[in-house]
């Protein structure tokens, strides 16, 4: 048996340790179980020096000389060595006496993070609030939908995105319904009397659980896409490349 | 002597047999050739054209946030942009900040497709046409600081993968690079929360993602209102991208791929494009009918059960 027909083996070995829990709580599963525990433990302490404290922190803070691979010398900065200090002041929250200490590190954390959460908002929002600002009333009655442009010519293309569409105008009418449905359902939710925001509110409520389902369609779908992709290693990659090198 | 009415029978099959036949349903159309008609989403069209419109040689940046436990979207979405990346030269770095485990995963991938594309010789060479910068804890920050300044949010990493550490910024992918901006596009692939960080923090270049299944209905929100020049979701963007790169857009044919905002656009017919979409999506369709099933059947037996009482 070459090595990577063993890794595939030992591979399906563990799907079939850790699937055998769906039939009852067993020693197999509960072995496999730990080997993935210790697995991640492991690789997680080696992964933590070399690709976060080695390169992030400890290189920076010594810095290195040139070498003759190609490495050019870079200086180190000292001043690296206060990030002990400042990450050991977060273990005084097991101190009752200074546990204000540890307030300072998650303090700076804080202060970063808000920082960056105003342009990150704007960012994210802005052009969502400018996207949902759309014409609802159609430019052009010539045909009910909007005609097939893949093959005309540049001009005729121009022309035909420049109007709004009877059937283009019902689904932007739609958005918007649903947009402004919704938001009142949020803004409305103490006890109101209009029965105009009442019904606008309990159409949100609708729509709102429309989008529920749809967002739980596509989590089944990958959750199903994650099953198959263990069934395609087991049957194809393993048993059908593998073993019978088809 | 059970005394359980076919209606009580119907709605408590044993959790063992559902999962048997979830399995075997699961698993024989894997060995079958069936074909299900497919009609790629806009977003998937724009995503492909997107790649398919960058120069010759440019620079691609890839995030690749994607671990094993999301294998059977993330892969194929990536194996599938690997392959239109690699027969169009185009040269990338990819970077992490989702999981520790990503550029582990990230390398081996870009290694199987280089393979492939060579005839089992590997096409792209590591560090001299694509470079792998490792793992970047601090999503946020790290994020921000590509956008800001690209050279210094990676300054300072070793490549290994070649013939010994050596600077990543040495590398002929970084060659003429000085801001985000000489990057053509950011490709992220993700399993997790790091396409809003990506989204909310990168400005410099256009962005596009490859998503699970479960994050579809967000990135849809980012992708209708312009923040993404395309996306990928779940194995379906899978299926739509691998189709795309058999029919191209706007090819002509009765089968065409028809897209208005693009001319041609051609695919790669005669080369590898098919796999994990083509495999999975049929598959997918009978797991779903399935479960559609199984909800039927509980229904039947919850009706017949009341009526009975």
Not at chain 2, 54 to 74: A, C, F, H, M, Y
Request: net charge positive; glycine share 10%; aromatic share 12%.
């Amino acid at each position: 048996m070459d090595y990577s027909l063993l890794k595939l083996t030992v591979g399906v070995i563990a799907i079939l340790g850790l699937y055998s829990v769906l039939y009852r709580e067993n020693k197999f599963y509960r072995f496999w179980e730990h080997v993935f525990l210790g697995l991640a433990a492991g690789y997680s302490i080696l992964f933590i020096w070399s690709e976060v404290l080695k390169s992030q922190w400890w290189d920076k803070m010594v810095g290195s000389t040139a070498d003759a691979a190609g490495s050019t010398a870079t200086m180190g900065y000292p001043l690296y060595i206060l990030m002990i200090p400042i990450g050991l002041m977060g273990y005084f929250v097991f101190n009752k006496k200074y546990n204000w200490i540890s307030k300072v590190p998650i303090g700076i954390i804080l202060g970063l993070y808000s920082g960056q959460q105003f342009q990150a908002w704007g960012n994210r929002y802005i052009p969502q609030i400018s996207g949902s600002m759309k014409p609802i009333f159609p430019t052009t009655f010539e045909t009910f939908t909007k005609p097939d442009t893949t093959h005309l010519a540049k001009d005729a293309v121009a022309r035909i995105n420049a109007e709004l569409y009877p059937s283009q105008a019902i689904t932007n009418i739609i958005f918007v319904i649903t947009l402004v449905s919704v938001l009142s359902y949020f803004l409305f939710s103490f006890d109101v009397k209009n029965m105009v925001i009442q019904r606008t509110s309990t159409l949100g409520r609708w729509l709102l659980m429309i989008g529920f389902g749809a967002i739980f369609g596509s989590t089944v779908m990958m959750r199903f896409t994650l099953l198959i992709d263990r069934m395609y290693f087991i049957w194809i990659e393993w048993f059908k490349i593998g073993l019978l090198h088809k | 002597m059970s005394s359980q009415s076919l209606g009580d029978k119907l709605q408590s099959l044993p959790k063992p047999i559902l999962y048997g036949i979830l399995f075997v349903a699961a698993t024989i159309p894997l060995f079958l050739k069936i074909s299900v008609p497919n009609v790629p989403l806009d977003a998937s069209i724009d995503y492909y054209a997107t790649l398919m419109q960058l120069p010759e040689g440019s620079k691609v940046l890839i995030g690749s946030d994607w671990t094993n436990s999301t294998r059977g979207e993330s892969k194929g979405q990536m194996i599938s942009t690997l392959r239109i990346l690699m027969r169009k030269k185009i040269k990338f770095a990819v970077y992490s900040t989702g999981d520790g485990q990503s550029p582990q995963v990230a390398r081996d991938t870009i290694a199987l497709v280089s393979r492939e594309e060579g005839n089992g010789t590997p096409l792209y060479k590591p560090y001299e046409d694509y470079v792998v910068l490792g793992f970047y804890p601090n999503s946020e920050g790290t994020t921000l600081q590509i956008n800001n300044n690209v050279l210094g949010a990676f300054a300072g990493r070793k490549d290994v993968s070649a013939t010994g550490p050596r600077d990543v910024l040495q590398s002929p992918v970084f060659e003429g690079v000085k801001s985000l901006a000489d990057f053509k596009v950011l490709i992220l692939f993700t399993a997790s929360s790091t396409n809003t960080i990506t989204l909310e923090r990168i400005k410099k270049t256009p962005l596009m993602f490859a998503v699970t299944g479960v994050m579809i209905p967000e990135n849809s929100l980012y992708y209708q209102s312009g923040q993404l020049e395309g996306f990928l979701g779940g194995v379906k963007g899978v299926y739509d991208l691998e189709t795309l790169m058999e029919k191209g857009v706007n090819g002509g044919g009765a089968d065409e791929v028809k897209s208005p905002k693009y001319g041609a656009i051609p695919g790669f017919p005669g080369m590898k494009n098919l796999g994990m979409g083509t495999a999975y999506y049929p598959t997918l369709h009978v797991c779903l009918a399935l479960l559609i099933l199984a909800v039927l059947i509980g229904n039947v037996g919850m009706f017949m059960s009341r009526r009975g009482k």
